[in-house]
């Protein structure tokens, strides 16, 4: 398994969740947040690194 440099898992973005880009800017510069709800669900979004817009990937 290969690890980011803070020693967390990395994965490719097809590994974890598939999407077609940002629907906002079309970048495919993008990547999965995990984000806890007031419920203490974690929920998986994704951040387009170029115009920082948040989106619910397709499963």
Same mark, same amino acid.
């Given at each position: *398994? #290969? ?6 898992? /990395?994965? /490719? ?12 800017? &079309? $970048? *495919?510069?993008? &990547? #999965? *947040?995990?984000?806890?709800? $007031?419920?203490? #669900? #974690? ?9 920082? /817009?948040?989106?619910?990937? /397709? $499963?």
């Amino acid at each position: *398994m #290969v690890t980011a440099r803070d020693g967390t898992p /990395k994965f /490719k973005k097809s590994e974890i969740l598939r999407d077609d880009g940002c629907p906002t800017c &079309g $970048s *495919m510069d993008f &990547g #999965v *947040m995990e984000i806890k709800n $007031s419920e203490n #669900v #974690v929920e998986k979004k994704l951040q387009c690194y170029n115009c920082k /817009k948040f989106w619910y990937a /397709k $499963s």
